[in-house]
């Protein structure tokens, strides 16, 4: 993801029901050193579909955001950016990783299991000041 991309992903970004990121919020993060924001797009066209971003540290690497279109979610696209997350960090040595995920988000929660995360704890207040976040780390 570029910078000139962001104005097509904050709709995206907004779709996130208790952590939507604002323009302001993606723009900090892919000017971020230690940051990689990735967008998936429809094959035949630049539009983009969904991100992903994270920011990797040395052997460890946390997953900030990832969020699919609703319009295309199901379909196996965030498998396929956990896929390419994953794949990536490893090419960069990453041997840990981190994410917060609402409890409640029970697709998301799967998804991370199938990339072996496990509970690690939790974070009170997290999302809004008032829902915890489950820790999850691989």
Not at 77 to 100: A, H, N, T
């Amino acid at each position: 993801m570029e910078i000139e991309d962001v104005d097509e992903v904050v709709p995206i970004a907004a779709t996130s029901i208790l952590n939507p990121w604002s323009r302001d919020m993606l723009l900090g993060e892919v000017a971020h050193p230690f940051s990689h924001c990735f967008l998936i797009c429809r094959e035949e066209e630049d539009v983009p579909l969904g991100f992903i971003c994270f920011r990797n540290v040395g052997e460890e690497s946390e997953l900030l955001n990832i969020c699919i279109d609703p319009m295309h979610q199901k379909k196996g696209l965030g498998k396929r950016l956990m896929e390419f997350y994953i794949d990536f960090c490893c090419q960069k040595g990453v041997k840990k990783y981190y994410l917060e995920v609402n409890p409640q988000n029970i697709p998301a929660f799967r998804l991370y299991q199938s990339f072996a995360y496990q509970e690690a704890g939790k974070r009170k207040n997290f999302y809004q000041g008032k829902y915890d976040a489950l820790l999850m780390e691989r």
